[in-house]
């Protein structure tokens, strides 16, 4: 079932979502100072290619007050419209019965989209 639901994930529009990740994280990665962020856009990226089966969950490893620095500067930079963004689509996916798997996907990645750092996807 999960199978399934990925492979209609990326039919309707998963592929587009993960594609515009990846190309920021490459944009990001132009720089030193936002190679952390592109990299965090990858994982995003690659969490929005293939969700269904997969969860966030706090990493074991947390670098403590630099993800806590390192998230303020995310949510700067546009976290938040990200997460707006999801929730929205999530929200518009919730309307209908079908839609509802791919809506609560939605908003797993808006979660995601928030506070990346200090984050992991199990």
Known sequence: MKFLGNILWIILGGL???LYYWIVGLLFCITIIGIPFGVQLFKIGGFALWPFGREVQ???NDSGCLAILMNALWIILGGIEIALMHISLGLILCVT???IPFGLQHLKMAL???VPFGKKIV
């Open 16 to 18: 587009i979502i993960a």
């Open 112 to 114: 995601l989209a928030v």
């Open 58 to 60: 706090p990493d074991t």
């Open 97 to 99: 019965i079908i839609g």
